[in-house]
């Protein structure tokens, strides 16, 4: 069993930058491949970025490649979303999630992922 927390959101003005953080219980998180979701009222949720958790490939949503960096710190159990020049769109629930099928592969649908966190809100004012 894996449990997740986010911490970080909050509200910014476009342009500006947030770092999100997803803490991970549990001795193997190293065995975990780590995703960042988002879910917008109304709207589906949806998949930003990914990082394995062996080897730490990363891959990204087109929407936020470029803007965003997602990082993990093994010996801290912690998964990171650098997110620079937000905008709008970027206005969501963000959440962190854990796939036992991550070590080495990349999985971008939420179906992949076993465990969630209970999300955290990041609002970008224009």
């Known amino acids: 069993q894996v449990q997740l927390a986010e911490s970080g959101g909050g509200l910014v003005q476009a342009g500006g930058s947030l770092r999100l953080s997803c803490a991970a219980s549990g001795r193997t998180f190293r065995n975990y491949g780590m995703g960042w979701f988002r879910q917008a009222p109304g709207k589906e949720r949806e998949f930003v970025a990914t990082?394995?958790?062996?080897?730490?490939?990363?891959y990204y949503a087109d929407s936020v490649k470029g803007r965003f960096t997602v990082s993990r710190d093994n010996a801290k159990n912690t998964v990171y979303l650098q997110m620079n020049s937000l905008k709008g769109e970027d206005t969501a629930v963000y959440y962190c999630?854990?796939?036992?099928?991550?070590?080495?592969?990349?999985?971008?649908?939420?179906?992949?992922?076993?465990?969630w966190g209970q999300g955290t809100q990041v609002t970008v004012s224009s």
């Open positions: 999630a854990a796939t036992v099928n991550g070590g080495y592969s990349i999985r971008i649908s939420p179906s992949n992922y076993n465990y």
């Open positions: 990082v394995t958790g062996s080897n730490s490939r990363t």
